[in-house]
């Protein structure tokens, strides 16, 4: 699932590329993204449902710098899912085409205590595996 | 209530100055810790006693910029307080004294719901406005 | 001039709302997008013309808050320009229409070495102050 | 080597914790501290000498959350080091020495325009990597 991002002024650091922690944010809108074009919103996950996707582990690799004003593509998929677990992997595109980065998160389910609880079924349904 | 910090990596931007919804930040830093020198924990007013310091109005004149590592101290006083309403006034200083911005900010008191309550009166009596 | 931001999750904090200063990077957003619907490009500005546009003051008026994922408008006015000052003025808009926020900011512009000169001619032609 | 935070309001998002990628920053602060404790300024690397420690891959495993106004210890050593290349890893630990998360940093060194480059030689012998 793709989505587009443009690097704000304040994403940027005096290095005058992409602060590296700001591609973490935006694997989080591609997951977002992911659920949305899938049916769901996260935020009715969270109020209705009470189900927290915690991180547990993220990664990223720089391959090239994002600058100010870029136009981005958010690429993720579910790299992994059962009622306990999910796991995204991620890929940061530059107009052109070019893999900026590459990342990837690891989830567990808990409820609004921070309780370790299962996913109900139509969301697991939904986060079927991606094709790659 | 002075209290210092140090201009972080990502607090810049390309421009290489510290980017400027930053202040806002150490602003709340300042509200935080003025708080604690006179008692107080805020974390414990939200969590002890249900009292939300929502911030209605902030503003911010830049004067000079700061730098990344620079060492700033954060001057806060409370301007005004009664049971419903707080007002913080702001300094930030280099280290050699000079201003590089004054700030301002309001706020009311809210329950965890987001509804006016009135400020308790141990909270009330800590805010007394600071002498100038 | 109306650009659509979505709330994302870290621009929440714990009170369960936008985060106050996350409000001044969408006003940046604004200025940013105002400009390109003018034909101009702030990183061109920068990259191309050496003209940096620094914020001297900035201030928002909260009225109600904003949640994860709504998607807000933001709406952006020049207030007024000439070749050393521009000043701008916003509003945040609920989908509904509601007004949540409001704001302004004022500016200088700099030489990438912060010392003040004269915004070129075509940029202040572009700046010309908004029709309310 | 051992730096104190304190988790900022700003930090925490709707889940009550400290959002995720904020460990990387804190990482950053780390790795500053680090090189300072070593009599090495970052700062002056960038400026003085021309070289940029540019970020090439970070992970972080999160194992218990750190809250608003929680004073963490980010404990820093160096993993490996060379004249091209200098590794980190991380620890966050709580006030009672419980370890809440473990990350790692990778990085290339660079000149101003992004291009590889040595480092010099009194900032390798300064950056020798930490017993564990």
Known sequence: MDVAV????????????????????WFEIGRTELLRQRGLAYRAMEEEDG??????????????????D????????????????????????????RVLATGATSHVITDRGGRPRRLPERYLRALAPSAR
């Open 6 to 25: 443009r690097v704000r002024y304040g994403e940027t650091d005096q290095m005058g590329i992409a602060y590296h922690p700001s591609y973490f944010v």
């Open 70 to 97: 870029d136009e981005l593509t958010v690429r993720t998929r579910v790299s992994s899912a059962n009622s306990r677990r999910i796991a995204f992997a991620y890929e940061i595109l530059a107009q052109d085409g």
């Open 51 to 68: 189900c927290f996707v915690v991180v547990t582990s993220a990664s990223c690799d720089y391959r090239a710098p994002a600058r100010y």
